[in-house]
């Protein structure tokens, strides 16, 4: 049908405009301090980047909408979404241990599983789409809600409950950084720049709020199936979006805004503004039939995985290759011709957008040839 076709239009300019800043995120460049919108807020605060992994996580829900009713049976559909986590997470766990080799004492040493880290984006992806499908698949849209509901509250007790008197809130005093070293161990989790200080931004606790950024996307989806694409839903998502994000700056008062604690109203604030923005595509192309400049988004949305998966492992290529010794490919190739030619922040800005259009170009070739990786 109709519906069913649009649906992939938008739903993959969606998701191909989050690759896209995803990958100029993760790829800024060096020698200079990055330019600050593509930074996370160091701990309470938002910026635009990170809006980016949660907006993944709502196309994933808006996904599961047009997908849940595929399955002929329960055990078709447990099959399935066992075997799409089980892929996405080891693919997850692999690529954070590649390359499998690291500089030592100026040859090369194995890396040991025993210092691998267990969590990350793709494992966080693969554990929010494996439970939120549980709960659309086996719930109705009300108890899907009310779960939602008491994901983000219980979060919010949690963390005030079980983390370390007066740190409730920190880096190393929140409950969730406790449980992760409980469970997982300290050499398991995220050092930032291979520092002492273990904390995971993508933890296990922080994994139930991000949860209900699935759901909503579900949600979504479902409302706009079931009203269709019309002047009503399109506003009636924005009116939706905009109340969520003043719930959510009203409860920030009492439990701040932070990403890499993933709190609640984090959750509602970008739920908020994926609900505005979708509203607003949806307007643009299905309603307006506002098409120029799409055809860019699709590339990336129609091999999100394949692409973000060559982004983070070239970059990891490039990070890792010496052009002579204590100097890689990338911190060359950004002081003797980035940072010359646009010095400072600019520079870093620069770099990730050349970067993200050479992914984009290997996801065009892909596109040309009609290779789709799916999983």
């Not at 300019?13 to 160091?42: E, K, Y």
């Not at 939602?148 to 409950?161: A, H, K, P, R």
């Not at 880096?171 to 273990?198: C, E, F, Q, S, V």
């Amino acid at each position: 049908m109709a519906l069913a076709k649009d649906r992939f239009i938008t739903l993959d300019i969606f998701r191909g405009m989050t690759i896209c800043f995803m990958i100029i995120v993760n790829a800024p460049g060096s020698g200079a301090v990055q330019w600050a919108p593509l930074d996370h807020a160091a701990w309470f605060g938002f910026t635009p980047t990170d809006l980016v992994f949660p907006s993944f996580l709502f196309a994933v829900g808006n996904a599961l909408s047009f997908s849940k009713n595929k399955f002929e049976s329960n055990s078709a559909f447990l099959r399935k979404i066992g075997k799409r986590t089980l892929i996405i997470f080891l693919l997850g766990y692999l690529m954070y241990w590649f390359p499998f080799f690291h500089r030592e004492a100026g040859g090369w040493a194995f890396n040991p599983l025993g210092n691998t880290r267990i969590m990350g984006v793709l494992q966080r992806i693969a554990l929010c789409y494996f439970f939120g499908s549980l709960i659309v698949h086996y719930c109705s849209k009300r108890t899907a809600a009310i779960i939602s509901v008491l994901l983000l509250l219980g979060y919010w007790v949690f963390l005030l409950l079980l983390g370390e008197p007066g740190k409730e809130l920190t880096m190393l005093g929140n409950a969730g950084t406790r449980l992760d070293i409980l469970i997982m161990g300290n050499a398991h989790l995220y050092h930032d720049k291979g520092g002492p200080i273990a904390f995971d931004p993508e933890g296990l606790l922080s994994t139930l709020p991000a949860i209900v950024n699935v759901i909503a996307g579900y949600l979504a989806g479902a409302y706009v199936q079931r009203k269709g694409r019309n002047y009503e839903s399109v506003a009636k998502l924005i009116i939706a979006g905009v109340c969520l994000i003043g719930i959510a700056l009203f409860w920030a008062q009492f439990f701040p805004l932070a990403k890499k604690l993933w709190t609640s109203t984090f959750t509602l604030l970008t739920t908020g503004i994926d609900l505005v923005i979708i509203g607003v595509l949806i307007y643009a192309i299905e309603l307006k039939n506002i098409k120029r400049g799409t055809n860019f988004f699709l590339v990336f949305g129609r091999n999100s995985l394949a692409i973000y998966l060559l982004s983070e492992l070239l970059f990891t290529v490039i990070s890792t290759v010496w052009v002579k010794p204590n100097l890689s490919f990338y911190d060359w190739v950004n002081q003797v011709f980035y940072q010359p030619l646009f010095p400072g922040a600019f520079g870093t800005l620069v770099f990730a957008l050349c970067y993200m259009m050479l992914c984009w170009l290997v996801g065009y070739v892909m596109d040309k040839r009609k290779i789709y990786i799916k999983i």
